[in-house]
């Protein structure tokens, strides 16, 4: 049994790659990576207080902020202000002492003690007013200390600022510590849970094997897979229970900070900057599929970090996710990108490599023509439809229908490259083999299909010319290998979603830039269409393109809108916002919840980010300086004494506090003043909360 509670879940689909001899590439660590929680530090990351917290912040071990910042006073003023309040203190307690305010402050002692203890040598005399000193001089005390704000200078120099690390707390009681697994316990499966509380003390469990056996557990509590299943194989093998079809427990290597606990990926921290809220200020910043479900957008110029400070990192995790049962990803970027090495995948599809073990399915696994014929259109001419939202393929969809369906009825399959070129062309010989064989086959419908086909080729207004031309780009010789429709390769299709699989395809950017860019459509359709017929939405979906150059259009932007009903989510990267049509930039910069802009961006590109973030409510305060001009000579006397020890004319400041509306991030400070290495997040989760525009450092 898997995580899932499926069988094999590979197939001909799903395959994994064979590991290749030497060591996979590998992106450089990024700096002060921790090591993956096993062994004996698992005990302690399973215990670890995750509160709830507000979307993006990264809730292992965090510690809530208050909303508003609180009044911070110089470090100067504030120990010369404790200074004087001590001195004050001391003045009044000496003019209390030698009389100099009068016995006033005695009269309560002498209400209080008999007349029989004023004997100058009785013990109980000298013991209650040396009392009753003490306690006048810490009223004195209490009253200075807090006119000094001492407790303030104890928090920020006293021993609570030393403590940089909160100390060992107690181990939580039994029914509580997730390492007993209590929610085992309470459902009666008590002999499961000792054997996982074993493996946990014994330091064989990992976060990847949790996060599996707990996503198993979810499964015994739907209904999906009984519960003596389950049992019967933590009870066999323990922590290695319900394993990824792939066998594998845990990546390789990893270059992020991951929380499986919680589901998030740090990808740093949010900058104690001013424009950053101040319940934000200092936290860790982490993503995870209740914010990808929204899905993502990151735009950046070459070298600004897309690749390896957000796709690599939650590349890496959805691996995470999948190996645990939870997840199912796509990858998809030009070769050598540094999307992680080849054996964290279960299946890498290098379309252009000779090598390259599994092929892509050029109509998704699909058995219908029509459906095929949509996504086919969207791939090879979806950037060429009107951009405007309304806009659609619908013409190319018909064309292209009007010869699969005839094909799949005569051959029992979908044409290959160099079939369907050939029929789009219109050339005699394909054409009148199709007819001749829908005559014998008796298929009249088809026939007429046909037919239209043929009537509309060389009309000005035929599309076919312009398909034609674009599957000429896949048939090339560098692609002879692939796309195969005749069973002879493995081929690779989206239909797999439904299981925890892990899919890298490699294009073929060099060379080959514009059957990349229509590669990349068509996986993203074919995406769009398989995830919203899965059976079982649990499993959360994500589609990774780290270069969307081309790739956006109207149907893949209403596509994306859809995505989140679907328990699934789109992760896109660009250079710049020119890249997709001036129409849709809008509907995508709205489509996606989580939108990134990170450092290098152009004025024009900050300007749409810009209005998507919108205004806000701030207090803006105006300081005027106004000279003061005495009137009577002495005021004059002082002025000029005053100008002589401070070197400036006496002024009094006037202050004006008004609330006005301002953008949140401006164009010029989006194109300016973004630090390198850092980056403007806005993330919205899949039930609505949303975080705002905040400055991160994604080095740290």
């Not at 660009?574 to 001036?582: A, I």
Request: aromatic fraction near 6%.
């Amino acid at each position: 049994m898997d995580s899932d509670g499926t069988q094999d879940a590979r197939g001909t689909h799903a395959n994994p790659v064979p590991r290749p001899a030497g060591p996979p590439p590998a992106m450089p660590p990024r700096p002060s990576v921790p090591p993956r929680p096993d062994g004996s530090a698992f005990l302690t990351w399973l215990r670890t207080p995750r509160p709830e917290a507000a979307p993006g912040v990264w809730r292992f071990g965090y510690r809530a902020r208050p909303e508003e910042e609180p009044e911070a006073v110089p470090g100067r003023q504030l120990l010369t202000g404790a200074l004087i309040a001590f001195l004050v203190g001391w003045l009044i307690w000496s003019l209390l002492w030698n009389g100099y305010l009068g016995g006033w402050w005695l009269l309560p002692l002498y209400a209080m003690i008999p007349d029989s203890w004023a004997e100058p040598h009785s013990v109980g005399a000298v013991v209650v007013v040396y009392a009753y000193y003490v306690v006048v001089a810490l009223i004195i005390m209490v009253g200075v200390g807090r006119l000094g704000r001492w407790s303030e200078i104890w928090r920020r120099y006293g021993p609570p600022a030393w403590r940089r690390t909160p100390g060992h707390e107690r181990p939580p009681a039994p029914e509580a510590d997730p390492a007993e697994w209590p929610a085992l316990r309470a459902a009666g499966a008590s002999d499961a849970a000792d054997r996982l509380a074993a493996d946990v003390r014994a330091g064989l469990m990992r976060d990847v094997d949790h996060a599996r056996i707990t996503r198993a557990w979810q499964g015994v509590r739907s209904g999906r897979h009984s519960l003596a299943t389950f049992t019967g194989a933590v009870l066999k093998d323990g922590a290695a229970a319900c394993l990824h079809p792939s066998g594998e427990r845990d990546l390789s290597a990893r270059l992020a900070r991951h929380d499986l606990v919680t589901g998030q990926v740090r990808l740093g921290t949010t900058a104690d900057d001013p424009r950053n809220p101040y319940a934000y200020r200092g936290t860790g910043l982490a993503l995870g599929p209740d914010l990808l479900g929204t899905s993502l957008v990151a735009v950046g110029p070459a070298g600004s970090g897309k690749t390896g400070t957000v796709v690599r990192p939650l590349a890496e995790s959805l691996c995470l996710h999948a190996l645990a049962g939870r997840a199912a990803v796509v990858v998809v970027g030009a070769a050598g990108a540094g999307l992680g090495p080849a054996d964290a995948y279960d299946v890498v599809v290098r379309i252009g490599n000779p090598e390259s073990v599994h092929d892509l399915d050029l109509y998704g696994g699909t058995t219908d023509p029509d459906e095929a014929a949509a996504i086919l259109a969207e791939a090879l001419v979806g950037d060429l439809a009107d951009p405007h939202p309304g806009s659609d393929s619908r013409r190319s969809t018909t064309v292209l229908a009007q010869l699969l369906g005839p094909f799949r009825a005569v051959h029992g399959r979908f044409p290959s490259v160099p079939e369907l070129r050939g029929l789009l062309d219109g050339a005699p010989g394909p054409m009148s083999e199709l007819r001749t064989a829908l005559q014998d086959a008796g298929q009249d419908s088809l026939l007429r299909e046909l037919d239209a086909r043929e009537r509309q080729l060389g009309h000005p207004g035929d599309v076919g010319g312009v398909l034609a031309d674009r599957v000429a780009l896949l048939d090339r010789p560098a692609f002879a290998g692939f796309f195969d429709t005749s069973g002879q390769s493995r081929p690779f299709s989206l239909k797999a979603l439904d299981h925890p699989v892990r899919v890298r395809i490699d294009l073929p950017e060099r060379g080959h830039a514009d059957a990349s860019r229509m590669l990349a459509r068509l996986v993203l359709a074919q995406f769009t269409a398989s995830v919203a017929v899965r059976e079982d939405r649990s499993l959360f979906a994500c589609l990774i393109l780290d270069d969307a150059t081309g790739v956006v259009t109207p149907e893949a932007v209403r596509g994306i809108q859809r995505l989140r009903s679907a328990h699934a989510g789109a992760v896109l990267t660009l250079r710049t916002l020119d890249d997709v049509p001036r129409p849709l930039r809008g509907p995508l910069l709205g489509a996606t919840g989580c939108r990134v802009a990170l450092s290098g961006l152009t004025p024009w590109d900050g300007q749409d980010f810009a209005e998507v973030w919108g205004t806000e409510w701030t207090e803006t305060r105006d300081v005027t300086d106004r000279q003061i001009i005495a009137e009577t000579p002495a005021g004059k006397a002082v002025h000029m004494l005053r100008r002589v020890i401070t070197g400036k004319a006496p002024t009094a400041r006037a202050v004006t506090v008004r609330q006005v509306e301002r953008e949140r991030w401006s164009a010029s400070e989006l194109a300016h003043a973004v630090p390198p290495g850092h980056a403007v997040l806005s993330l919205t989760n899949v039930k609505g909360e949303h975080a705002p525009p905040l400055l991160v450092d994604l080095r740290d």
